[in-house]
Each structure stands twice: as structure tokens, then as C-alpha cells.
């Protein structure tokens, strides 16, 4: 299953389900999204740190991007 989900250029902070947040970190040689923790450099953090979307939303619940959030009025 390919959740890809849509990041804003501007905000590349999603948050998931539980309330953990997550930051883009480029993307798998398929194409994937890839993530890191917030708060984990994504330019100095190894490679294999990063976890993969499709894994992520399985841990961790679905992934919105903060913007939206804001937009929305939830919580930030």
C-alpha cells in the first residue's frame, strides 16, 4: 500500500495519529517519503534512521501535514 502523502513545500512537518511528529527526509530510491523524528536533522542523521511512510502510518497512525492542522484550527 503507497500512502504518499502531499507535503506542502513550505512545511515539511507532518504529525501522526499518536501525536508524534515527523519530518520529511527525502525520499527511497522507489520514491518513497521518507521520515525522521523531529527533531533529527535530516541533512547529518544516517540513512537508515529514516523510516519509510508506508512503514510510519503501520506504527504510528496517518500522517497530516502540520500546515493543515494550523489551517484548521487544531492544536499545534
Known sequence: MTHRTQLPNSS?????????RWRAAGHAPDGEQLYVLDGVNPDTCAQ?????????????GAL??????????GAE
Open 12 to 20: 515539511p512537518l507532518v504529525r501522526a495519529t499518536d501525536g508524534s
Open 48 to 60: 537508515w534512521v529514516r523510516a519509510r511512510e508506508s512503514e510510519l502510518v503501520e506504527i504510528v
Open 64 to 73: 497530516t501535514p502540520v500546515v493543515d492542522l494550523v489551517k484548521a484550527g
